[in-house]
């Protein structure tokens, strides 16, 4: 489904958290943002307006200009960070993880309680920017999809 409305967001799917906490992308989001190639990712808590998180990885962000985010937490940059332990920066927490090569993740249950997200949630999978997605939990977007569930793929 590319498009809700004219001029609106992209969605790439709906993604369901498994009762063990894995979390399978759209392929086309994978694609679009090569997102597995590093074999890492890193999560970053979502707007208020949507919830969820945004991802992206090192090579999309480094030289962004958000890169800035990776110069002052070497613990993320340099992955020695505990995975799926978040690191406030900015008004925004990081974390990173490792992700399968056809696009999973696992989320812990520490990574769900601070992202306040629960098994059996579908996320919305929306085109952020050239360096991030989103997996939204909420909000608008996620409303309106729900008159489109029939024409969304679930991953």
Same mark, same amino acid.
């Given at each position: ?10 969605? *790439? ?15 086309? %989001?994978? /694609? ?5 190639? =590093?074999?890492?990712?890193?999560? *970053? @808590? ?9 991802? @992206? /990885? ?19 940059? =340099? $992955? ?8 406030? $920066?900015?008004?925004?927490?990081? %974390?990173? @993880? ?9 989320? @812990? ?17 929306? /085109?952020?920017?050239?360096?991030? *997605?989103?997996?939204? %939990? $909420?909000?608008?977007?996620? =409303? ?10 679930? $991953?």
């Amino acid at each position: 489904m590319p498009q809700m409305n004219k001029g609106g967001k992209f969605i *790439f799917g709906k993604s369901i958290v498994r009762n063990d906490g894995v979390l399978q992308f759209p392929e086309q %989001a994978i /694609r679009e943002h090569d997102i597995t190639v =590093e074999g890492k990712v890193y999560l *970053f @808590t979502g707007s208020k307006s949507t919830g969820g998180f945004c991802v @992206t /990885r090192k090579g999309l962000l480094a030289p962004s200009k958000l890169g800035h985010i990776l110069s002052d937490t070497p613990a993320l940059r =340099e $992955y020695t960070a505990k995975p799926g332990s978040f690191i406030r $920066y900015k008004g925004r927490s990081y %974390a990173w @993880t490792t992700i399968s090569d056809d696009g999973k993740i696992v989320l @812990t249950d520490d990574m769900m309680t601070f992202l306040k997200i629960e098994p059996e949630m579908k996320l919305l999978s929306i /085109r952020s920017s050239d360096i991030a *997605f989103t997996m939204g %939990a $909420y909000g608008r977007l996620v =409303e309106e999809s729900m008159k489109h569930e029939n024409e969304i793929l679930v $991953y």
